[in-house]
Antibody
């Protein structure tokens, strides 16, 4: 079955760069029509779409965060890495990765999420 | 940038029908999806491609999308349906979520 799991630091300092890894199983990152998306949710607030990488390595970023985000995909390791630069306390959130169905733009499997706190 | 608007809260009595709306410019021309999120849990897909239910989602969940509004309808709402619900669509170049609606089953 399809599973995803986020990993990375749970505490980062302001101005540092955050690097999160999404490790997937049950599907290949090179399978036509699939992708992996990153979404975050500040405590008590709404979901926010961050970025998406398609099977063909096409990448799409949230316009408001595009300058701070980079995604890379390692098909051999079944991993997608998200980096976010210049972290701020306002970036404190639970970060999720999710399996994306490219033709119909929905997220059908989600990881458990990882809470990242930005504090000095 | 593209925006989706949801009412912050909806209340319903057990057994009644609840409707949650999601508004966006020409949303009917896009696919809308809906996610249910209970406290401390990851979101769960309940409707995709406007009106399709994933395997395992009860038949009481249904969806529609036309014009500028997508609607999630829960028929015979149960206490277990109390949760936050988010709509989602594809914006100009990235995905977009609505602000979420807290469904309270009184």
């Amino acid at each position: 079955q399809i599973t995803l799991k986020e990993s990375g630091p749970t505490l980062v300092k302001p101005t540092q760069t955050l690097t999160l890894t999404c490790t997937v199983s049950g599907f290949s990152l090179s399978t036509n029509g699939v992708g992996v998306a990153w979404i975050r949710q500040p405590p008590g607030k709404a979901l926010e779409w961050l970025a998406l990488v398609h099977w063909d390595d096409d990448k799409r970023y949230s316009p408001s965060l595009k300058s701070r985000l980079t995604m890379t995909k390692d098909t051999s390791k079944n991993q997608v890495v998200l980096t976010m630069t210049n972290m701020d306390p306002a970036d404190t959130a639970t970060y999720y990765c999710a399996h994306h169905v490219s033709n119909a733009y929905y997220l059908d499997y989600w990881g458990p999420g990882i809470l990242v706190t930005v504090s000095s | 940038s593209y925006e989706l608007t949801q009412p912050p809260s909806v209340s319903v009595s057990p057994g009644q029908t609840s409707s949650i709306t999601c508004s966006g410019d020409n949303l009917g021309d896009k696919y809308a999806s809906w996610y249910q999120q209970k406290p401390g849990q990851s979101p769960v897909l309940v409707i995709y491609q406007d009106n399709k239910r994933p395997s395992g989602i009860p038949e009481r969940f249904s969806g529609s999308n036309s014009g500028n509004t997508a609607t999630l309808t829960i028929s015979g709402t149960q206490a277990m349906d109390e949760a936050d619900y988010y709509c989602q669509a594809w914006g100009i170049s990235a995905g977009v979520f609505g602000g979420g609606t807290k469904l309270t089953v009184l």
